[in-house]
């Protein structure tokens, strides 16, 4: 089974800081990684596929980037609303998805 | 706008069964495939289950096979997860998401109590 990490577990960081959260895979996915947002008590919100597709109506402040193990998501300047938890999540395996631990983002 | 609604949650005795259901509007269901993912109180997600958008292949986390059961409607839109053998570490929130390769849409949740 294909595992995810991410690191660090908790980032605290303000409003307006450029913030880098890294997600690695046990073996090569190529590019098959998807980001997710979630708030407290929501469900998880859809980013990034493709390891840097934005989705539709995702700010442009959101990036992706990486392939094969090592992948990032890169907030440009961060907002009020992007306090969350953070998932990357592999799909090199059609429908078997794994999810790292998740990154909270939280205020400084 | 794409809406998914989970419904069928609540507390079940260890042992026992549930069945949830999520259903979906303004998509074309029948074209997709849909999984459903699970959260423990406090802790990460976990992929539980997913199926084809024709219902003829399914798959399934190993901490589920042999217990759960996925399985659709399109004539209705309508995703179901049939829960047998219930254990306390079943207990989370569990969400439907359109998709096999990544969940571009998901619905509120649906929480899942197993205790006693």
């Known amino acids: 089974d294909i595992q995810m990490t991410q690191s660090p577990s908790t980032l605290s960081a303000s409003v307006g800081d450029r913030v880098t959260i890294t997600c690695r895979a046990s073996?090569?996915?190529?590019?098959?990684l998807a980001w997710y947002q979630q708030t407290p008590g929501k469900a998880p919100k859809f980013l990034i596929s493709q390891a840097s597709s934005l989705g539709s109506g995702v700010p442009s402040r959101f990036s992706g980037s990486g392939s094969g193990t090592e992948f990032t998501l890169t907030i440009s300047s961060l907002q009020p609303d992007d306090f969350a938890t953070y998932y990357c999540?592999?799909?090199?395996?059609?429908?078997?998805?794994?999810f790292g631990q998740g990154t909270k983002v939280e205020i400084k | 706008e794409v809406q998914l609604v989970e419904s069928g949650g609540g507390l079940v005795q260890p042992g026992g069964s549930r069945r949830i259901s999520c259903v979906v509007s303004a998509f074309t269901f029948s074209s997709y495939a849909m999984s459903w993912v699970r959260q423990a109180p406090g802790k990460g997600l976990e992929w539980v289950s997913a199926?084809?958008?024709?219902?003829?292949?399914?798959y399934y986390a190993d901490s589920v096979k042999g217990r759960f059961t996925i399985s659709r409607d399109n004539s209705k839109n309508t995703l179901s997860l049939q829960m047998n053998s219930l254990r306390a570490e079943d207990t989370a929130v569990y969400y439907c998401a359109t998709g096999g390769d990544y969940g571009d849409y998901w619905g509120q949740g649906t929480l899942v109590t197993v205790s006693s």
């Open positions: 999540q592999q799909y090199k395996t059609y429908s078997r998805w794994t």
């Open positions: 199926i084809s958008g024709s219902g003829s292949s399914t």
């Open positions: 073996q090569s996915i190529s590019n098959w």
